[in-house]
Structure formats: structure tokens, C-alpha cells
Antibody
């Protein structure tokens, strides 16, 4: 059973860069044909897909965030990461990392989520 | 405003059957892109309930079922239980947006 765990600062100042890491255990991010995703949820609101990366390095971003987002992976640490630049209060949310469910576009495995607040 | 439209709230009595709707468009659900459903309990991550429109992951009770008709999809829950009280989200793909999109969620009260 794969497990995902987000980590990173819980408070980021406006205009700075939000950086989060997802550590995967119980499975390798380098095996299979999975995509590894970032999804966020502002308090009391719905879910928003941010982007994804595959084992062979294919990356897709939500066009609404594309100019500010970068997703990368570190197979040696079994981790993948998110950077979101020029943040504003609108980026305050719980950020989840998630793995696609086999070859489906759905997300079968999720981290517990981490709250990131953008405030000075 | 979400690309997929869900009613903000639905309620039902224990034992009843309820249907949660997810309205899309000719850009996403209409052309046949798969729809997925998630259950989110307060303070927890979403849990996959239905994938590829009609399939249940192992461990999900058969009280939960998914379907599609035209540009909309539905999640049916039969034999409602108190533990089903949660937020439910639908998800699909929109090629015009080049993004995976979610509905705004429906709060189910039992």
C-alpha cells in the first residue's frame, strides 16, 4: 500500500515562492506508469488540479497556473515536489499530493494534505 | 465557478437512496471523458469512490454506483447510512481547458 506525505512551510509571504515536497513510501515513483499529482483545496471550497509528473518526466500543468508552477521529481529520494511562485492570498489552501489509480484519470492514493497560508 | 456543476447540498433519510448529479458540457463529460467520484469526510483527504464512470475500487461497498447520461453523470447511494454524511466531488477531463476538472462538491446530509 503506497503512502504519500506532504511537507513544507505552512506560512509563505505574498510574492514569494511556495515549495512543497511529497515523500512516497511503500512503492517507487520510478516504477509503473503512474502519474504523480498536486491538487489543492481552499478552505470550504472545491478541489483544483495543479499539475502532474510521470516516471519518464512527462509534465502537465493546469493552464490557469502554468506560468507560476514547476513540478519536479527526485527518484533517489522517492519524492516529487511543487513550486508555486508569486503567491497571493488566493493561493492559501490545503495542498495534496496524489497518485493516479492505475491507468485511470482518477486519484486513488492521497497524502493527508498540508495547509499553506499566504500572509505577511 | 467550477467547470462541472454539482448541487451544493442533498439530504436523505437512513436506508433511502439518493442520487448526486454532476453536470458537464459537450467539452468534457459529453464526448465520453471518464467521470470519477470522491468522498471527503471533514478534515480528511478525498477518497476515490467511483473511477472511469462506473467502476468501484476494491473495498468500496456496492451501495455506491456511477452512471452517465449525455453531458451529465450521477452517483447513486443506496441504503443510506450515517457514515455516508460527507462532501462528494465529481471529476473529469476537459480537453478545451487541457486540465482535469472538479465539480464544486455536494454536501450530503443523512
Amino acid at each position: 500500500q503506497v503512502q504519500l506525505q506532504e511537507s513544507g512551510p505552512g506560512l509563505v509571504k505574498p510574492s514569494q515562492t511556495l515549495s512543497l515536497t511529497c515523500t512516497v513510501s511503500g512503492g517507487s515513483i520510478s516504477s509503473g506508469s503512474y502519474y504523480w499529482n498536486w491538487i489543492r483545496q481552499p478552505a470550504g471550497k472545491g478541489l483544483e488540479w495543479i499539475g502532474r509528473i510521470s516516471v519518464n518526466g512527462n509534465i502537465n500543468y493546469n493552464p490557469s497556473l502554468k506560468s507560476r508552477v514547476a513540478i519536479s521529481q527526485d527518484p533517489s529520494k522517492n519524492q516529487f515536489s511543487l513550486k508555486l511562485s508569486s503567491v497571493t492570498a488566493a493561493d492559501t489552501a490545503v495542498y495534496y499530493c496524489a497518485r493516479n489509480y492505475y491507468n485511470s484519470g482518477s486519484y486513488g492514493d492521497w497524502g493527508q494534505g498540508t495547509l499553506v497560508t499566504v500572509s505577511s | 465557478q467550477s467547470v462541472l456543476t454539482q448541487p451544493p447540498s442533498v439530504s436523505g433519510a437512513p436506508g433511502q437512496r439518493v442520487t448526486l448529479s454532476c453536470a458537464g458540457s459537450s467539452s468534457n463529460i459529453g464526448p465520453g471523458y471518464d467521470v470519477h467520484w470522491y468522498q471527503q469526510l471533514p478534515g480528511t483527504a478525498p477518497k476515490l469512490l467511483i473511477y472511469d464512470t462506473t467502476n468501484r475500487p476494491s473495498g468500496v461497498p456496492d451501495r455506491f454506483s456511477g452512471s452517465r447520461s449525455g453531458t451529465s453523470a450521477s452517483l447513486a447511494i443506496s441504503g443510506l447510512q450515517g457514515e455516508d454524511e460527507a462532501d462528494y466531488y465529481c471529476q473529469s477531463y476537459d480537453p478545451t481547458l487541457v486540465a482535469w476538472v472538479f465539480g464544486g462538491g455536494t454536501k450530503l446530509t443523512v
